[in-house]
């Protein structure tokens, strides 16, 4: 069964500093890696995803991802974080079926940016 | 292009009252989801709609969950009775079935729902 971990349920980071979060998927073939966030009171924004290709991928705000198929892993990171960027960070890893396209979300990790 | 629409945004009530939300999507899109969060927890699917038709509803509980999307658009999600263990943030997303698309979600806010 398709799975996604979270390892950290939250990270604090200076501002100005680099981020990296984590995130280990288990699945049979290649998946469909998603990374969302979720601001206070909002719903969740996509902030990159990755199907095929060029493993190392861009996203928005500043936000890259690079899946590493021997890890199973598909982390994210910034080079340098902003206050603005607190917020809960969710991994995803989606399949398509016969009965559509399914997606499981990893429990998030939540970030604290600190002045 | 407005987004995904959802209402109440938050919402109390009672145990063993009833409660709906409600959900429009973003137009043209004909994929539509209604997922569970609850605290400290990533989003779970309770059901996907592909137009008028619930194609995957298997951890809806159907005991006392109940949806619909008629003509395919907009679409309500009620809970009757609302349990203690009910409480949560619902979220509905779209998406859209033309190829490349097909595999990005588009949230709402999501509604709030806290039984006393």
């Known amino acids: 069964a398709q799975s996604v971990t979270q390892p950290d349920i939250h990270i604090t980071v200076s501002e100005g500093a680099s981020l990296e979060l984590r995130c280990n998927y288990s699945y049979g073939a290649t998946p469909y890696l998603f990374w969302y966030v979720q601001s206070p009171g909002q719903g969740l924004q996509l902030l990159l995803k990755?199907?095929?290709?060029?493993?190392l991928v861009q996203g928005i705000k500043g936000f890259e991802a690079e899946f590493k198929r021997s890890q199973s892993s598909f982390n994210l990171r910034k080079p340098s974080v902003h206050w603005s960027d607190a917020a809960e960070f969710f991994c995803a890893v989606g399949k398509a079926n016969t009965g559509g396209f399914k997606t499981i979300f990893g429990a998030g990790t939540r970030l604290f940016v600190k002045a | 292009e407005a987004g995904v629409v959802q209402s109440p945004r938050y919402k109390i009530i009672e145990k063993k009252q009833p409660v709906a939300f409600w959900c429009n999507p973003i137009?043209?899109?004909?994929?539509l989801y209604w997922y569970r969060q609850n605290l400290g927890q990533g989003p779970e699917l309770l059901i996907r709609y592909e137009n008028e038709e619930a194609v995957d509803d298997s951890q809806l509980p159907k005991d006392r969950f109940s949806a619909e999307r008629l003509k395919g658009v907009d679409s309500t999600l009620k809970i009757q009775p609302a349990e203690l263990g009910d409480s949560a943030v619902y979220l509905c997303a779209s998406s859209s079935d033309k190829g490349a698309s097909a595999e990005t979600q588009y949230f709402g806010p999501g509604t709030r729902l806290l039984v006393l």
């Open positions: 137009s043209g899109h004909n994929t």
């Open positions: 990755y199907f095929s290709g060029d493993t």
